[in-house]
C-alpha cells in the first residue's frame, strides 16, 4: 500500500493510489449513511482558509466530524489570523501542527502548500493554492467521472472556461494523465488558455489534447464538459481583461441539446453565469452530485492520513 502524507499537487498520485483512494471513498458512502464512525475520535483538523470558500471548507470539516474528529478553524485568515500583524505562513503552520492533527490549507499564493508541508510535521492537505493546484477537488472530480460514466480509461472532457487561472482544470488535467486514452478539448477565451506547464507534462505523458473555438463542435464529441469559472479575483484592476473572458462559453439548453444522452456537465463551483439554471433540472447535470462526493473524498484522505 502507498502511504499517503501530505497532499499538496496532483502529479503525486499514481494510478495504485487513487484506485485504493476511490476504494476507501466509496467505504465512506456507506459510513454516512449509518451518520458517520469514531475512527478519528479525539483527533483535531486545523482549516486555515486565507481565501473565500463554501464546499472545501464546509466538507472537510463535515468530514472530520463524521469520523468522530473535532475541528480547529479560521476562514478569513488573511484579516483575522496572525498574518494580518505580518506573521509568516511558514511560521503560523509551525503554531498550528501544535495544536491540530492535519492542516487544511487554502492560500492565495500558488506553491504555498509546498512550503507549508516543507516546515509541517503534521499532513498538511492542499485545498487550492492561488491559480496553483486544487488537488482533493480533482480528486473528488475524477471519482465523479468515475461514477456518472462507469470508466476512466478512454474517456473524454472539454475543459472549458478559465483555464489559465482555473486551479481545478490545472489539477485535474495532472490526474487525467493516469488513464489510458484519455483525449482532452480546452475551450477557452484567448486571455486565459491553457498555460504551456501543463500542455508540456500532457505531451511528456501521452495524453490527446487539442484546443477548440467552437463550443457546440466540441460538446458533441466529449463524455463530460468541465465548464469553470471565470476567476476574476486574478484579474486584479484588468476589468476590461475580465469582462471580455466572461460570457464566452456559457453552457445552456442549446449546448445540452448538442451533448451526447450519456454524457455529463461537470462544474467545480460556484458558478456565476456560465451555467444557465435552466440546465440544472437535467438529468446530465452532475454538479450538484459532484460537490456531494466532496465529503466521501475528504472523510477518505482524512483517514488514510490519520487512522491508516
Ligand atoms: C474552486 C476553487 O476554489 O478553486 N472552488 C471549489 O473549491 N470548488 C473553483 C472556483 O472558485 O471557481
Known amino acids: 500500500m502507498d502511504s499517503l502524507f501530505h497532499v499538496v499537487e496532483a502529479q503525486q498520485f499514481n494510478r495504485e493510489l487513487l484506485t485504493e483512494i476511490f476504494a476507501v471513498t ?29 464546499r472545501t471548507r464546509l466538507s472537510f470539516e463535515s468530514a472530520m466530524i463524521r469520523l468522530g474528529g473535532s475541528v480547529v478553524t479560521t476562514e478569513s485568515a488573511r ?21 491540530a492533527d492535519v492542516i487544511v490549507l487554502r492560500h492565495y499564493e500558488g506553491g504555498s502548500a509546498r512550503l507549508a508541508a516543507e516546515v509541517a510535521s503534521v499532513p498538511v492537505l492542499n485545498a487550492g493554492d492561488g491559480p496553483g493546484q486544487h488537488p482533493t477537488q ?27 487561472n ?11 494523465t493516469r488513464y489510458k486514452d484519455v483525449k482532452l478539448y480546452f475551450v477557452a477565451p484567448e486571455l486565459v488558455r491553457m498555460k504551456a506547464d501543463i500542455k508540456e507534462y500532457l505531451s511528456r505523458n501521452g495524453v490527446y489534447f ?15 464538459v468541465y465548464q469553470t469559472r471565470i476567476q ?5 484592476d484588468r476589468t476590461k481583461d475580465y469582462e471580455a473572458a466572461r460570457g464566452r462559453y456559457i453552457v445552456d439548453t442549446k449546448v445540452m441539446e448538442a451533448l451526447s444522452e450519456n454524457a455529463r456537465v461537470m ?13 440544472d433540472t437535467d438529468p446530465r447535470a452532475a454538479y450538484f452530485r459532484q460537490a456531494h462526493n466532496g465529503l466521501y473524498i475528504r472523510m477518505a484522505l482524512l483517514k488514510m492520513v490519520l487512522a491508516a
Open 166 to 176: 482555473g486551479r481545478t482544470v490545472r489539477s485535474l488535467a495532472y490526474l487525467l
Open 210 to 224: 487539442e484546443e477548440q473555438e467552437d463550443l457546440i463542435e466540441v460538446v458533441r464529441q466529449v463524455d463530460v
Open 267 to 279: 462544474h467545480p463551483l460556484p458558478r456565476v453565469d456560465e451555467i444557465d439554471p435552466a440546465v
Open 26 to 54: 466509496k467505504e465512506m458512502e456507506e459510513v454516512v449513511s449509518v451518520y458517520g464512525s469514531s475512527i478519528l475520535n479525539r483527533r483535531i483538523m486545523a482549516t486555515l482558509f486565507y481565501e473565500p470558500s463554501t
Open 232 to 236: 476574476r479575483e486574478r484579474f486584479g
Open 138 to 164: 480533482a480528486l473528488l472530480d475524477v471519482y465523479t467521472i468515475q461514477k456518472e460514466i462507469g470508466r476512466l480509461d478512454g474517456i473524454s472532457v472539454a475543459m472549458v472556461g478559465d483555464l489559465a
Open 79 to 99: 484579516e483575522f489570523s496572525s498574518a494580518a500583524k505580518g506573521e509568516t505562513l511558514e511560521d503560523t503552520i509551525r503554531i498550528v501542527e501544535g495544536y
